[in-house]
């Protein structure tokens, strides 16, 4: 296991846009191209992390990114929304865990794990009462480690990837 200390987040800005839009479209493929239709994967990865879409989604005050580092080595990213930024609950005392991606290389070395208890940590900190994402509902693995880690499901809604709408499954860590 990744010792706490060794993970290191930095916040992203506008100058590290191409490393964002270059983990985004990687990670994001090595996870789920296999899984979908070509041109509906297509689409939703040309909307969604192209360079226009990333930049607009880093000036939102309430949407934040986060390069994960062991050393010097960039090893995941992670999004956080609050306030009107969620893409569903929208309450004011949640935060949302919109992505969570690591290059496939450095998963299984717990580095997923020590992330989301950085971000309990931190959501805790700033007086948020609970943490929740969305997660597919063919990605038995990630849902295996959601509950693993402490999530627990308590919904569903439609996630669209180009024409295919797909489900995910809600689930949230309470905080305090």
């Given at each position: 296991?990744?010792?706490?200390?060794?993970?290191?987040?930095?916040?992203?800005?506008?100058?590290?846009?191409?490393?964002?839009?270059?983990?985004?479209?990687?990670?994001?493929?090595?996870?789920?191209?296999?899984?979908?239709?070509?041109?509906?994967?297509?689409?939703?990865?040309?909307?969604?992390?192209?360079?226009?879409?990333?930049?607009?989604?880093?000036?939102?005050?309430?949407?934040?990114?986060?390069?994960?580092?062991?050393?010097?080595?960039?090893?995941?990213?992670?999004?956080?929304n609050t306030k009107t930024a969620q893409t569903d609950i929208q309450e004011p005392n949640a935060?949302?865990?919109?992505?969570?991606?690591?290059?496939?290389?450095?998963?299984?070395?717990?580095?997923?794990?020590?992330?989301v208890q950085k971000i309990v940590a931190n959501a805790s900190e700033k007086g948020y009462d609970?943490?929740?994402?969305?997660?597919?509902?063919?990605?038995?693995?990630?849902?295996?480690?959601?509950?693993?880690?402490?999530?627990?499901?308590?919904?569903?809604?439609?996630?669209?990837?180009?024409?295919?709408e797909q489900t995910d499954i809600l689930m949230k860590i309470i905080i305090r």
């Open positions: 296991m990744i010792p706490e200390s060794d993970l290191v987040l930095q916040k992203v800005t506008a100058d590290e846009i191409e490393d964002l839009v270059n983990i985004s479209i990687q990670t994001y493929r090595d996870q789920f191209e296999k899984d979908n239709n070509p041109e509906d994967f297509e689409a939703y990865v040309k909307q969604a992390f192209s360079k226009a879409s990333l930049i607009k989604e880093l000036e939102n005050p309430d949407s934040s990114f986060y390069f994960a580092y062991l050393g010097e080595k960039l090893v995941a990213y992670i999004k956080l935060i949302e865990l919109q992505r969570i991606y690591v290059y496939k290389e450095f998963q299984r070395k717990k580095i997923g794990e020590r992330l609970y943490l929740w994402l969305g997660v597919w509902e063919h990605n038995p693995n990630a849902i295996r480690f959601y509950e693993r880690v402490g999530f627990k499901a308590f919904s569903s809604h439609s996630f669209m990837v180009g024409t295919d």
